[in-house]
DNA sequence: TAAATTAGCGTACAGTTGTAAGCTTAATTA
DNA sequence: TAATTAAGCTTACAACTGTACGCTAATTTA
């Protein structure tokens, strides 16, 4: 085995040791460098051979995540244009996400509001970008102005992610119904924006 | 003084001490009970004689920290009652409370995602609290049917919270221009509901 | 007044943390 | 092949954590 890609290997044990680590009772603040070595059977020192300290893991992470979310529209992206609902077919996308990456979205939704200025700036540009892609979307496809489908796109993001925040905790059968809620919340916004729109 | 008068008023120099820890880098799990008995002038033992543990004492801040938003709901209300848009008045209320609270805010917002079930759930009562007395006002001054109403609660509830979690990095003119943003989203919302309502 | 209660303190201890220093060993380079 | 580089290890240390135990002193109760 290359030397590189020893260190790279190690590298992602220790990625994916401290993304085992987070569940709803451990958050990446709470998890000790010396945690992650254990679990990505290194010795703690080693730790430093691939990150400057703990925050720079977590900035990883944060990225990866990022990333992961990006990745997530894409696929949204391709059910929609094979047919279903734009709010529904995003929405039902969403909550397989989180239920399949729970650990990478209880990241993002706790650094979003955690006590790095680094980590929160990192989470908002996701989100950000997430917002952008669908506010263009929505230009595109509704004709509505650029400024109100941001804000429209702005409040539905944020709308999701919270309801998403909500199902961590939730069961099958309760998030089936926080779904419902939820798309019609979305309802509400895309419907108001367009007849707020007509009042210019 | 009496025995129990000073019991009580260590008791608040204790939450008083915890209260004036959390900032925007550091969070509640990232206190120490020793870093709270020193801000409260006792030793770490002495904290035993109040509280069973440190989650004893985090409950009861968000106890307190709910406490403080019921308030700020009666407030909101009076102003509505003496002029003003329902919409406009209770976000300017708002903002007001998280710029003058900012640190209460915060508890509230970070535990909402935190990794204690307890203080998760101990949030989520104020939060659907705050949420229904909005539902009943709803019904009552719009004669909106009641699922429709508190779906509309719910999403406004969401979107304030999630506006106020932004406020928290902004400057004046910025949340300025948030507050902005966020009243039009509001708009979008009341008037999707009563437009969606229509269809029924 | 005597006895009981209790808020608060000091000491103590075992466990954990981050990380500095230097060694080993295997891959890379010259 | 010999010299260099570097990933990972072991050991070590000071700082901090929560909390058990027993004492003191002052208030409350009998």
Redesign the interface.
């Known amino acids: 085995m290359n030397r590189q890609q020893q260190k790279l290997k190690t590298r992602r044990a220790i990625i994916d040791a401290a993304f085992s680590l987070l569940d ?4 990446f ?2 998890i000790s460098l010396r945690e992650v070595a254990r679990a990505a059977g290194i010795a703690p020192t080693s730790f430093y051979r691939h990150f400057k300290d703990i925050d720079e893991l977590g900035l990883t992470l944060v990225d990866e995540a990022g990333l992961a979310l990006r990745q997530l529209m894409r696929q949204a992206r391709v059910r929609i244009a094979s047919g279903g609902g734009v709010i529904s077919t995003s929405v039902d996308t969403f909550m397989e996400f989180i239920t399949a990456n729970s650990n990478v979205f ?1 990241l993002l ?2 650094e ?6 680094a980590f ?1 700036a990192a989470v908002l540009r996701e989100i950000q970008h997430f917002t952008e892609e669908l506010t263009d979307y929505t230009v595109a496809t509704t004709g509505l102005n650029k400024k109100f489908a941001n ?2 796109a ?2 539905m993001v ?2 999701v ?3 998403g ?1 909500g199902a961590l ?1 939730f069961d099958k059968i309760q998030r089936q119904q926080l779904c419902e ?1 939820l798309k ?2 979305l ?7 367009l ?2 729109a007509k009042d210019l």
């Open positions: 709803d009772q451990h958050s603040s709470s209880r939704l706790r979003h509001t955690g006590t790095s200025n929160r804000l429209q702005e409040a944020k709308l992610f919270s309801a925040a905790d809620r019609l919340q309802r509400f916004i895309s419907t108001g924006a007849e707020c």
